[in-house]
């Protein structure tokens, strides 16, 4: 069987990270298989179209690398599949009435209020059944309101007796009573297809073989199944994953701030490193490695892997995992994205270049560059206590003695550089009967204004020059003294 998965996203507007879970998954199961991977547009609900969604939806599938062999604007593809377009040409109303002549459907003619009558409070709840009411209307009185233009909607007509079975690759089987089934609708009373129906048949007609999707449809899924048995076509493995919640176990929502692939991208996160984690939420390899590319991954995965249990979506996990993506991005690349963010930070250092490697072992995100080399620009506030160092067994006092004793070495010290910088202060700490850090430390808190720094003092020192280094040991003699 050559296996063949679907992407069937709604443009509703920004790419939930399940949605581009579903998009990865249905991906992998295809490419690992050597298959095909398709895009299908389902924009049958016109109420929440959402002005510029499609263009997310491209532009998302093209930053993941997730390309698709079949679907609207791919060259050679059989596309487009864009449902409102096919519900225009008449297919689901096609096989609708198919159902209905052969008595698995019928037109159901109720008013809203005749709707709203059936609806009933359960448990809290407000839920509505279906009464069969029209299944038994005659034929001519059918066909009079159809003459008479008289809205309309089509339902399935579920059997009331017996079970429905539906088996799923991650849950199992799951059996429903018939009768806790609704009669739900087909066709709308605007001619649109409802999502269940254009799925059961564009799935079917596009020689889908396994289907991806929340745990969230597993309630709808005997549906699915009574459509199929309707119509007497092949059911498509089901793979159900697993939901997505936030740290504390709350469903992953807008509210997050990070719910989105474009989030995450504002974030300052790779998309790779995005693909490479979302991978990772529901699903592990055997080796149970984390960092793996998209290649690495359609060679690992399987589906039969995934996990039943809710997948946390740890922000700080992400944050490491793109951490190790920068260290290993190569130099043009991660200067291209670097730079910019060194530029507007800092002015008053020449070697912008110097700066971001300086960054790149130290950043989770490039928007952490502003953080971390601020001080290059200005010396933030900061306590004197911060030259207490029980490790370096530094104090205030003997601080602020090493910083009056070096001020005029450095004074007379033309060589700025790391190398030659770093030699002079372990010479000038042995002649005066100091540790090396009892030297070190203070002459870069004094540069810095800051307890951790991406480099030593002498790295420091030279990127800043001897104008300003002077200028901030000076400013610190000062400020330890007051």
Not at 131 to 149: F, Q, S, T, V, Y
Request: glycine share 6%; hydrophobic share 40%; aromatic share 10%.
């Amino acid at each position: 069987m050559t296996v063949k998965t679907r992407f069937a996203p709604s443009p509703t507007g920004r790419m939930h990270v399940g949605n581009l879970r579903t998009a990865l998954y249905s991906y992998l199961i295809a490419k690992h298989a050597g298959g095909s991977f398709m895009l299908r547009i389902e924009d049958t609900d016109q109420e929440r179209f959402y002005e510029g969604a499609l263009d997310i939806i491209y532009k998302t599938l093209a930053h993941a690398g997730l390309d698709f062999d079949e679907g609207p604007d791919k060259d050679g593809g059989v596309g487009p599949y864009v449902q409102s377009e096919r519900c225009k040409a008449g297919i689901y109303m096609e096989y609708a009435k198919k159902l209905v002549e052969s008595g698995n459907a019928y037109y159901c003619f109720c008013t809203k209020e005749r709707l709203d009558s059936l609806k009933t409070v359960i448990a809290g709840k407000e839920i509505s059944v279906y009464d069969k009411h029209c299944l038994h209307l005659p034929k001519e009185e059918i066909e009079a309101n159809l003459a008479a233009g008289i809205p309309y909607v089509i339902r399935l007509n579920v059997p009331q007796e017996g079970t429905t079975t539906f088996t799923d690759e991650i849950y199992g089987d799951i059996t429903v009573e018939n009768k806790e089934l609704d009669d739900m609708i087909l066709i709308k009373s605007d001619g649109f297809p409802t999502y269940n129906f254009a799925n059961v048949v564009d799935d079917h007609l596009m020689g889908i073989t396994h289907v991806v999707r929340g745990n969230e449809y597993l309630s709808s899924s005997p549906k699915y199944n009574l459509l199929y048995q309707a119509f007497g076509w092949e059911v498509p493995t089901y793979v159900h994953c697993p939901l997505i919640t936030d740290e504390n176990h709350a469903k992953l929502s807008k509210r997050s701030g990070h719910s989105s692939f474009e989030d995450l991208l504002d974030l300052g996160i790779l998309p790779e490193a995005i693909v490479n984690y979302v991978a990772l939420l529901g699903w592990s390899p055997e080796g149970n490695e984390e960092i793996m590319s998209l290649k690495e991954l359609i060679e690992k995965f399987d589906y039969r892997k995934i996990n039943k249990s809710p997948a946390v979506f740890d922000m700080s996990k992400l944050r490491w995992m793109n951490g190790e993506y920068i260290k290993n991005m190569d130099e043009d690349r991660y200067l291209e994205m670097a730079l910019p963010y060194v530029e507007k930070t800092v002015t008053i250092v020449e070697d912008k270049k110097a700066l971001a490697d300086l960054a790149k072992s130290r950043i989770e995100t490039f928007r952490d560059i502003p953080e971390l080399l601020g001080f290059f620009e200005e010396v933030p506030e900061y306590d004197v206590s911060m030259y207490v160092h029980k490790k370096m067994k530094t104090t205030v006092e003997l601080s602020a003695e090493v910083l009056s004793k070096v001020l005029p070495v450095l004074e007379n010290w033309d060589d700025f550089s790391n190398d030659a910088l770093y030699q002079m202060l372990v010479a000038f700490a042995k002649e005066n009967g100091y540790k090396n850090g009892q030297v070190m430390w203070p002459v870069r808190t004094a540069v810095s204004g800051k307890a951790q720094t991406p480099g030593g003092a002498t790295q420091l020192m030279e990127l800043l020059g001897k104008e300003e280094s002077l200028k901030r040991i000076r400013a610190a003699i000062a400020k330890l003294e007051a």
